[in-house]
């Protein structure tokens, strides 16, 4: 159980443009989501948390005009990069809890962004 | 200053060794600590937790905090190829908040 899916799973994309990563929590639903980005040999860095239904909470530094996250059902978030450009270019992840998974995170597989 | 530091690696051990792997933290307010494991192109899953300091063992693996010294750890026992991973360390903040560690980069050979 607590299975969460991202699709798509590697995407390309020209500077300039926007691309949309989708989370989805398949067996349960999802009362938190979690956005997070990873560089190559580096942490995982949180880049903001979401509630369904209430905005997204930035992180220090993450720019929310940048990376628009809607969390529109208790099964689906979203993570929109605007005006993409090869700095953006990392691996994303997404995790999510359930009213009762207490501090526990069930983390997606990631989606390789690259940008050209 | 990190709040979670971790040697990076790249850490190579012949099959059946004994890994330990290593974090420091900075924040004596940090109670709940989290071993995760990352295979490549994966996202993490969680292997093991500890509240506060002490040891739990779980089958081939103990983890174990020192709050005395900031320091957590990870042991694994007779490890196997299939134990090639990242492994990264992290504690909570707060409610929800995860913090990571670098993650180290651990390569068991057959």
């Known amino acids: 159980g607590a299975v969460v899916s991202q699709h798509p799973s590697r995407v390309i994309c020209k500077s300039g443009t926007s691309v949309k990563i989708e989370c989805r929590s398949l067996?349960?639903?999802?009362?938190?989501m979690f956005w997070y980005r990873q560089f190559p040999k580096q942490s995982l860095m949180l880049m903001a948390t979401?509630?369904?239904?209430?905005?997204?909470?930035?992180e220090q530094g993450v720019e929310k005009d940048k990376f628009l996250i809607n969390h529109a059902s208790l099964t689906l978030s979203t993570l929109t990069v605007t005006s993409a450009h090869p700095e953006d270019s990392s691996f994303y992840i997404c995790?999510?809890?359930?009213?009762?998974?207490?501090?526990?995170?069930?983390f997606g597989p990631g989606t390789r962004l690259t940008v050209t | 200053q990190k709040e979670v530091e971790q040697d990076p690696g790249p850490l190579s051990v012949p099959e059946g060794a004994i890994v330990s792997l290593n974090c420091t933290y900075s924040n004596s307010a940090f109670q709940y600590f989290m071993w995760y494991r990352q295979y490549s192109r994966k996202g993490p899953e969680l292997l093991m937790y500890?509240?506060?300091?002490g040891n739990k063992e779980d089958g081939r693996f103990t983890a174990q905090v020192d709050k005395s010294s900031k320091y957590i750890s990870l042991f694994i026992r007779d490890s196997q190829p299939s134990d090639s991973a990242t492994y990264l360390c992290?504690?909570?903040?707060?409610?929800?908040?995860?913090?990571f560690g670098q993650g180290t980069r651990l390569t068991i050979n057959p």
């Open positions: 067996d349960f639903q999802a009362t938190t």
């Open positions: 992290a504690t909570l903040q707060g409610a929800q908040k995860l913090v």
């Open positions: 500890t509240y506060s300091s």
């Open positions: 995790s999510a809890t359930y009213s009762g998974s207490g501090y526990e995170q069930y």
């Open positions: 979401s509630n369904e239904g209430s905005k997204a909470t930035y």
